[in-house]
Nanobody, 124 residues
């Protein structure tokens, strides 16, 4: 059974930092592209960042580029999202996801497995 478990969310003031982690089990982690998405209340789930199986190809949403960094440790079956210079508009539930697509996936429908999400709240 595939499981993706996010951690590291919380409440932080604007300008602060958080590091999200997503531990994967039940799949061959290095065979999956990984991504982070977020969903704010009343809004659709949106792409945040993604990286390829090897971690060499990375994409970011325009809204987070330069502030967030995605990385993976295939030896630990874990993907990370370092979030710096956080803004109130970054407030959302953050989800990690795994995709068996052959290239880095940017769309919700390209992902096969999802975590349960972790809440990030940025106060002004």
């Amino acid at each position: 059974q595939v499981r993706l478990v996010e951690s590291g969310g919380g409440l932080v003031q604007a300008g602060g930092s958080l590091r999200l982690s997503c531990a994967a089990s039940g799949l061959t982690f290095s065979s999956y592209a990984m991504g982070w998405f977020r969903q704010a209340p009343g809004k659709e789930r949106e792409f945040v960042a993604a990286l390829s199986r090897s971690g060499t190809t990375i994409y970011y949403a325009v809204s987070v580029k330069g502030r967030f960094t995605i990385s993976r440790d295939n030896a630990r079956n874990t993907v990370y999202l370092q979030m710096n210079s956080l803004k109130p508009e970054d407030t959302a539930v953050y989800y990690c996801a795994a995709s068996s697509a052959s290239s880095t996936a940017l769309r919700v429908r390209e992902y096969d497995y999802w975590g349960q999400g972790t809440q990030v709240t940025v106060s002004s």
